[in-house]
């Protein structure tokens, strides 16, 4: 599921749009993708009918109408930021180029990487934010996301 969601600016998701995630997820989506924010945010894995999963930081429980439905989990990335603006701020200048891995429909595994929109020689260009860590303004953003969003998902 695609949606374009989320409050500008804002580096968490909002309850109202985490509730709604829940709801897609229960409805039987696999795998949410957001953006409108303009801002990373980080994403969560929601364990669907696994009563032993305890949600925690980056995590949520799902229950289902349907007690037969099979054990799973989805993925919620929030917030991709921006990938190629005009906006002025290095947050608004980067996205993320995320991965997801499935098994069926239970979701094994999620990567990620940044990219920035920076000034190229002919113009605007998106560069992986790895590549940029030789100026000080790019390499204090990739230390805020690595806190921010958490390095174990980073590929």
């Given at each position: 599921v695609l949606l374009h969601w989320g409050f500008e600016y804002e580096y968490y998701a909002d309850p109202h749009f985490m509730v709604i995630a829940r709801e897609l997820i229960a409805a039987g989506a696999d795998?949410?993708?957001?953006?409108?924010?303009?801002?990373?945010?980080?994403p969560e894995i929601c364990y669907v009918n696994q009563p032993d999963e305890v949600p925690g930081v980056g995590t949520c429980s799902v229950r289902t109408e349907d007690e037969d439905e099979p054990q799973r989990a989805a993925a919620v990335l929030y917030s991709l930021g921006n990938f190629g603006t005009a906006m002025g701020t290095i947050p608004c200048q980067t996205g993320m180029v995320a991965?997801?891995?499935?098994?069926?429909r239970h979701v094994t595994g999620l990567g990620w990487a940044a990219a920035a929109t920076v000034d190229g020689p002919d113009g605007p260009e998106i560069r992986p934010l790895q590549e940029?860590?030789?100026?000080?303004?790019?390499?204090?953003?990739?230390?805020?996301?690595?806190?921010?969003?958490?390095t174990g998902w980073k590929r």
């Open positions: 795998v949410i993708v957001g953006q409108g924010a303009h801002v990373l945010q980080p991965t997801v891995t499935l098994e069926g940029l860590l030789d100026e000080p303004d790019y390499a204090a953003e990739m230390t805020r996301l690595d806190e921010h969003l958490g």
